[in-house]
């Protein structure tokens, strides 16, 4: 049964429209497992491989063995809403990491147990996580067989 789940993004939420349907998603997942984020600061280095790599620095800081680490990319698997929920629900804690503006170093990726498309168009990092945060309820939804999934 899922218990925990974490979400590390890159960049900060710079809207209050995000803040505001975040803080509606949490309160109403915090019915069915824990769910909290870290937001990390994107890298101000010249390079945008000197930046991934100074992101990374941060993102390992957080990652623990114990998760499951679960990236979300455009160029990952996608899924429905069902195929997600089930596919969620095999794991007692995950860890989501959203990367910045530059996405995510190639050995962020390579360390994750998975890596999952929310579609093939490429979002920014504060969009993806309330597009992820209402999957997550959605999810729930459809394994506690509740009436939001139609």
Do not use: W
């Amino acid at each position: 049964m899922l218990k925990n789940i974490e979400i590390i993004q890159v960049g900060r939420d710079k809207f209050d429209y995000i803040k505001y349907a975040k803080k509606d998603f949490f309160n109403r997942l915090n019915h069915f497992f824990s769910i909290s984020e870290i937001i990390l600061k994107e890298s101000k280095l010249k390079s945008v491989k000197e930046r991934l790599l100074d992101e990374e620095k941060d993102i390992r800081k957080y990652i623990g063995n114990n998760s499951k680490i679960i990236i979300l990319s455009s160029e990952g698997t996608t899924m429905n809403s069902q195929e997600f929920s089930k596919f969620i629900y095999k794991f007692s804690s995950i860890i989501f990491i959203i990367g910045g503006s530059d996405g995510l170093s190639e050995n962020i990726k390579n360390c994750s147990n998975h890596i999952i498309s929310l579609s093939k168009m490429t979002f920014p990092h504060h969009i993806a996580k309330i597009l992820l945060v209402e999957q997550l309820y959605r999810a729930a939804t459809i394994k506690n067989h509740l009436k939001y999934h139609k």
